[in-house]
């Protein structure tokens, strides 16, 4: 069946330091990609997203491409600020669903 | 816009109890999901419902869950008898569509602790 792997957390990193998020997933044909975002006490919201190969989502300064070649849809972000510090699920759509990754902690210090 | 809504926000109960959870969505939404998402893991799909019918309860263990969404708007989950392996947060989502072409709004969860 359809899933999605995500790097292990957590990762630390400084202010201002560069952030990627590794993810990949396993499907049949193309499904729609997104990334979300878990704060502290709060539910999950939905970050970007990208529904075909070779689109690049992006919000808040995170980006990430639909790679078909790779099968991936990698985080990035240039500068990372204490306020990213969260955990981020990388999903996919199945049918009218949503199959999500572990989960990856990041944790910002200043 | 309200968020979507659920309680309680925590639950301590011993196994072999029963619980519930209820869940507001946002106004509008025709569609809603109960995900359950135990420790270190990601959500997982438990129902999905459209308006007041059932899309998907592929993953719902049957013999103890149950869910139902009264006149397509709240919606209520419930453990009986609860086990420990049950312990997670269980999320409620919502969205315009069934395509999620605006994306799901989640609400905060109701975290279950089975001892």
């Known amino acids: 069946g359809n899933s999605v792997t995500q790097m292990e957390g957590p990762v630390t990193l400084s202010e201002e330091a560069f952030l990627t998020i590794n993810c990949t997933y396993t499907?049949?044909?193309?499904?729609?990609l997104f990334w979300y975002v878990q704060y502290p006490g709060e539910g999950l919201q939905l970050l970007l997203k990208?529904?075909?190969?070779?689109d690049k989502g992006s919000n808040k300064g995170f980006e990430a491409t639909y790679r078909k070649e790779t099968t991936s849809f990698h985080l990035e972000k240039g500068s990372v600020q204490v306020s990213d510090s969260a955990v981020y699920f990388c999903?996919?759509?199945?049918?009218?669903?949503?199959?999500f990754g572990k989960g990856t902690t990041l944790s910002v210090s200043s | 816009e309200a968020g979507v809504a659920q309680s309680p926000r925590y639950k301590i109960i011993e196994k072999r109890q029963s619980v519930a959870f209820w869940c507001n969505p946002i106004?509008?939404?025709?569609?809603l999901y109960w995900y359950q998402q135990i420790l270190g893991q990601g959500p997982k799909l438990l129902i999905q419902?459209?308006?007041?019918?059932?899309?998907?309860d592929s993953q719902l263990p049957k013999d103890r869950f149950s869910a139902e969404r009264l006149k397509g708007v709240d919606s209520t989950l419930k453990i009986q008898p609860a086990k420990l392996e049950d312990s997670a947060v269980y999320l409620c989502?919502?969205?315009?569509?069934?395509?999620?072409?605006?994306?799901?709004?989640f609400g905060s969860g109701t975290r279950l602790t089975v001892v």
């Open positions: 989502a919502s969205s315009l569509d069934r395509w999620q072409n605006y994306g799901y709004t």
């Open positions: 106004s509008g939404h025709a569609t």
């Open positions: 999903a996919l759509r199945e049918g009218t669903a949503l199959i």
């Open positions: 499907a049949t044909g193309y499904p729609s």
């Open positions: 990208a529904t075909k190969a070779d």
């Open positions: 419902f459209q308006n007041n019918g059932v899309v998907d």
